[in-house]
């Protein structure tokens, strides 16, 4: 039974996106969509509830992304010598 639900964690957590050679996960984007999809889920039903699902999961996996670019563009600056805070 545990490699059964190894191999299910494998499939439940992939890559949703690559933002040049950093990965963002699944699970990352269902932790950041996890509050707004409870809301979503007992505010809409049937085909308008898989559009809303679907639409608030792009908009995670976007805010995901524009974070990373920007993490990506920080560590860029600092390798060129740039003083940037830990805050």
Known sequence: AGSVLAQRAEVIDG???????????????RELAGARERAIREAFTGEELQSKLKEMRLAALKDLIDRQLI??????????????PDY
Request: charged share 20%; proline share 0%; glycine share 4%.
């Open 15 to 29: 890559i949703a996106a690559i933002v040049n050679n950093d990965v963002i996960t699944i699970s990352q984007v």
């Open 71 to 84: 993490l990506q563009e920080f560590k860029k600056l600092q390798e060129k010598g740039a003083n940037i």
